[in-house]
């Protein structure tokens, strides 16, 4: 009973993973930096792939600015994959390329007193 248990457990966690990606994200700032600090994520793509990103905030930068960076990051460190835009001025949106597996944002460290980020499936 245990097996089948794990069993089930394990395919629901699979099949999770498998479906767990997007063609696109909305990252959502919020705040502006009061202090300097640095912005990390990863982009896990659904063929395996994993694909670091990360950008330096200095204190001052504004909620604006701060996703304008994040963008910037993300079509530099990512461009194989990614396009990334800001949309509405504080949200940045990250999107597969043609022919490129759905992905996920996942792992988001904020080191940036202020600044907060949460993330939506587009």
């Known amino acids: 009973m245990k097996r089948i248990a794990l069993a089930l457990l394990l395919s629901a966690c699979i099949a999770g993973n498998a479906f767990a990606g997007s063609n696109k994200w909305r990252l959502q700032v919020s705040g502006g930096a009061e202090s300097d600090g640095t912005v990390a994520f990863t982009l896990a793509l ?46 940045v949106l990250v999107k597969k390329k043609r022919g490129q597996p759905d992905l996920d944002v996942v792992d988001i460290q904020v080191s940036v007193k202020g600044v907060r980020i949460t993330k939506d499936r587009e």
Do not use: L, W
């Open 46 to 91: 659904d063929d395996g792939q994993r694909i670091p990103v990360s950008v330096d905030i200095k204190k001052g930068t504004g909620e604006n600015k701060v996703a304008r960076h994040i963008s910037d990051a993300v079509r530099a460190q990512a461009k194989a994959c990614c396009t990334s835009e800001v949309d509405d001025g504080e949200d």
